[in-house]
């Protein structure tokens, strides 16, 4: 049987790679499995060896300690990889294929997957709807940050790449179609956006840019990006977008300046819930990017919201954020009527598209992103540069089978 070695978080900052069981059909007690999960057996699972597998800004919340997530939690939900075994249960997924995995685990079989809300299935998390492997709360499912995963419904969850060879040509594009693509496309989509809007998205981290390059993709016509690092602005000036520099005052002026007038068709969070507020040596204002989409957006207008908000913040700036409890100007929404859109984006429900326009050369997706290929061994250093605000996207490449 093959090692195994995964990303593991330790303590708030510090995250290391260890030696861990190797994956098999049932899964095991360990940090973070509910009791009701323990045991759970897999037939219809497939265990992958990882081609990528990404650091995501929402593991970044965990590894900063602003959430519960238990010391020993093996991180990692952004995989892609080679099927070399499947379950008894498994029907059309097969060895050698080559896939990508939703970060939500979905069962296919409940009223939501049914309905398309993958990212909220009933079944994988006995907790609550919704499931993602190495994740808080989501059921317990081990990350993928490491050489070898199990991925439960096989042949619900992954989508198989058509041609590998391909496919590992345009690895770095498609490795973004776990999590941040959709992602960022999702928080488009629900906005609105749609050929000649104008578009606001608040973060410049990989989840921003995406969702400004997916507002591109969709037509718009003009896309800013705020943010208050100058290296994630530049790389968003890098394809094409506007920018706003939230330390240099509020994001309506400097709106007006590039349109004419303070406000939009469409805005997008793609911060969350460590928002800080405006003008230099800002300090946390969890509701800044919420209250400030509410403001810029259009009447009759709406408001993607793909940044990760919890229920539980040990680290928050006042006792209501402790316990996801924002002070939200909700009257200036009802009195402008705008729509909302939040939660986790139901990844199937654009993975497939997507993956036909990056193969069909119309989704550059890791040049906007900055995708920088790192080892597994290299990863706690990855945590660390990602925290200071790199204007980059790492991917890991735990099996060396990305080519230099």
Same mark, same amino acid.
């Given at each position: 049987?093959?090692?195994?070695?995964?990303?593991?978080?330790?303590?708030?900052?510090?995250?290391?790679?260890?030696?861990?069981?190797? =994956?098999?059909?049932?899964?095991?007690?360990?940090?973070?499995? =509910?009791?009701?999960?323990?045991?759970?057996?897999?037939?219809?699972?497939? $265990?992958?060896?990882?081609? /990528?597998?990404?650091?995501?800004?929402?593991?970044?919340?965990?590894?900063?300690?602003?959430?519960?997530?238990?010391?020993?939690?093996?991180?990692?939900?952004?995989?892609?990889?080679?099927?070399?075994?499947?379950?008894?249960?498994?029907?059309?997924?097969?060895?050698?294929?080559?896939? /990508?995995?939703?970060?939500?685990?979905?069962?296919?079989?409940?009223?939501?997957?049914?309905?398309?809300?993958?990212?909220?299935?009933?079944?994988?998390?006995?907790?609550?709807?919704?499931?993602?492997?190495?994740?808080?709360?989501?059921?317990?499912?081990?990350?993928?940050?490491?050489?070898?995963?199990?991925?439960?419904?096989?042949?619900?969850?992954?989508?198989?790449?058509?041609?590998?060879?391909?496919?590992?040509?345009?690895?770095?594009?498609?490795?973004?179609?776990?999590? $941040?693509?959709?992602?960022?496309?999702?928080?488009? @989509?629900?906005?609105?956006?749609?050929?000649?809007?104008?578009?606001?998205?608040?973060?410049?981290?990989?989840?921003?840019?995406?969702?400004?390059?997916?507002?591109?993709?969709?037509?718009?016509?003009?896309?800013?990006?705020?943010?208050?690092?100058?290296?994630?602005?530049?790389?968003?000036? *890098?394809?094409?977008?506007?920018?706003?520099?939230?330390?240099?005052?509020?994001?309506?002026?400097?709106?007006?300046?590039?349109?004419?007038? %303070?406000?939009?068709?469409?805005?997008?969070?793609?911060?969350?819930?460590?928002?800080?507020?405006?003008? %230099?040596?800002?300090?946390?204002? %969890?509701?800044?990017?919420?209250?400030?989409?509410?403001?810029?957006?259009?009447?009759?207008?709406? $408001?993607?919201?793909?940044?990760?908000?919890?229920?539980?913040? =040990?680290?928050? *700036?006042?006792?209501?954020?402790?316990?996801?409890?924002? *002070?939200?100007?909700?009257?200036?929404?009802?009195?402008? /009527?705008?729509?909302?859109?939040?939660?986790?984006?139901?990844?199937?429900?654009?993975?497939?598209?997507?993956?036909?326009?990056?193969?069909?050369?119309?989704?550059?997706?890791?040049?906007? @992103?900055?995708?920088?290929?790192?080892?597994?061994?290299?990863?706690?250093?990855?945590?660390?540069?990602?925290?200071?605000?790199?204007?980059?996207?790492?991917?890991?490449?735990?099996?060396?089978?990305?080519?230099?």
């Amino acid at each position: 049987m093959a090692d195994n070695r995964g990303v593991v978080y330790i303590e708030p900052g510090t995250v290391e790679v260890q030696d861990i069981a190797f =994956p098999d059909f049932e899964l095991k007690d360990g940090p973070g499995v =509910p009791p009701e999960n323990v045991g759970r057996k897999t037939p219809h699972g497939a $265990i992958l060896r990882i081609v /990528s597998t990404n650091i995501c800004g929402s593991d970044q919340h965990m590894v900063r300690g602003r959430t519960t997530a238990p010391s020993g939690l093996v991180l990692g939900h952004e995989i892609t990889g080679e099927v070399i075994e499947v379950g008894p249960g498994v029907e059309f997924i097969q060895v050698g294929d080559l896939c /990508s995995v939703p970060f939500n685990i979905a069962c296919g079989r409940c009223r939501n997957c049914k309905e398309g809300h993958t990212g909220v299935c009933e079944t994988t998390n006995p907790a609550r709807p919704g499931a993602a492997y190495g994740y808080v709360d989501m059921g317990g499912w081990v990350g993928g940050q490491a050489n070898f995963v199990m991925v439960p419904y096989a042949d619900w969850n992954l989508l198989k790449f058509p041609d590998k060879e391909q496919a590992m040509e345009k690895i770095l594009d498609l490795t973004m179609l776990s999590d $941040i693509f959709p992602t960022g496309y999702h928080g488009a @989509v629900t906005a609105g956006v749609t050929t000649g809007s104008t578009v606001y998205i608040a973060g410049a981290g990989p989840v921003g840019l995406a969702a400004a390059f997916a507002a591109q993709l969709l037509g718009a016509a003009v896309v800013i990006v705020g943010d208050a690092i100058p290296e994630r602005l530049e790389q968003a000036r *890098s394809f094409g977008c506007e920018t706003v520099d939230i330390t240099k005052g509020d994001p309506p002026d400097q709106i007006e300046q590039i349109l004419g007038k %303070p406000e939009v068709d469409a805005a997008v969070d793609a911060v969350g819930f460590e928002a800080r507020g405006h003008g %230099p040596n800002a300090k946390e204002a %969890p509701a800044t990017v919420l209250n400030t989409l509410m403001d810029v957006t259009r009447a009759a207008g709406a $408001i993607g919201i793909p940044g990760l908000y919890v229920t539980e913040d =040990p680290g928050a *700036s006042d006792e209501a954020a402790r316990h996801g409890s924002l *002070s939200l100007k909700l009257g200036t929404g009802w009195a402008k /009527s705008l729509s909302f859109t939040t939660g986790q984006c139901p990844v199937m429900r654009y993975h497939r598209k997507l993956m036909h326009a990056i193969l069909a050369d119309r989704a550059p997706i890791a040049k906007a @992103v900055n995708a920088t290929t790192i080892t597994l061994d290299e990863a706690p250093q990855g945590y660390k540069d990602f925290d200071k605000g790199a204007a980059e996207k790492f991917v890991l490449n735990p099996n060396g089978l990305i080519p230099a």
